[in-house]
Nanobody, 122 residues
Framework: QVQLVESGGGLVQPGGSLRLSCAASGRIFSIYTMGWYRQAPGKQRELVATITSGDTTHYADSVKGRFTISRDSAKNTVYLQMNSLKPEDTAVYYC????????????????WGQGTQVTVSS
């Protein structure tokens, strides 16, 4: 009933930039925290950045000062601007959102996108 669709991944040289987008669709009454996670080959999925409905942000130490998370609540979309990319940023990036589907129930669902590949290489 709720879908997250990421876009914007690709191949970029070290020092370059990419902007990821993630749009939520389906049965949505409200969206609380949204975030980006990543998983490199052979490693566990890790948090990259989160943003609350009040626009409070949190970043992993490894991306502070280089990545910026933002959201457009009117479009149910979260973005991740990635600058000064490094080879160690190479991973599949996943969007995550805490969503309340209906007004009549307080139940929330935690949704994941399908992932988008980011490769940083010369």
């Amino acid at each position: 009933q709720v879908q997250l669709v990421e876009s914007g991944g690709g191949l970029v040289q070290p020092g370059g930039s990419l902007r990821l987008s993630c749009a939520a669709s389906g049965r949505i009454f409200s969206i609380y925290t949204m975030g980006w996670y990543r998983q490199a080959p052979g490693k566990q999925r890790e948090l990259v950045a989160t943003i609350t409905s009040g626009d409070t942000t949190h970043y992993a130490d490894s991306v502070k000062g280089r990545f910026t998370i933002s959201r457009d609540s009117a479009k149910n979309t979260v973005y991740l601007q990635m600058n000064s990319l490094k080879p160690e940023d190479t991973a599949v990036y996943y969007c995550n959102a805490d969503i309340r589907p209906g007004a009549s129930s307080p139940i929330r669902v935690n949704a994941w996108g399908q992932g988008t590949q980011v490769t940083v290489s010369s």
